[in-house]
């Protein structure tokens, strides 16, 4: 049997997973706005984190510090490789937090 659920039953579960600890919800990136221009993608899984320093940092620096400031076009290519990989991204913007 089947369970239907209402829009409103599905936000709340959304919701409870975005507030729950991230390792546990499958989030690896949390991505917010700092300013009208910049935004911030933290890497909050352990497995967001090695692929960074692995794909992305220069390996003669210690360049990652979980956390990368992008513009809008950076942060959306960003995101775009990252789910490419398999990776989920949780948004919080002025409603809220989702996860995609």
Known sequence: MSH??????DV???DAAANSDPSCSGVDFRLERTSN????IAAVS???RAWV???LCCPFAQCFNDV???DALSANSFVKEAH????WTE???????DLF
């Open 4 to 9: 239907v659920l209402s829009r409103k039953a």
């Open 12 to 14: 709340l579960l959304v």
């Open 37 to 40: 221009d910049d935004w911030q």
């Open 46 to 48: 352990p497995r967001a």
């Open 53 to 55: 320093r692995d794909e």
């Open 68 to 70: 990368i400031r992008a």
């Open 84 to 87: 490419a990989k398999g990776f």
């Open 91 to 97: 948004f919080v913007g002025r409603n809220g937090k």
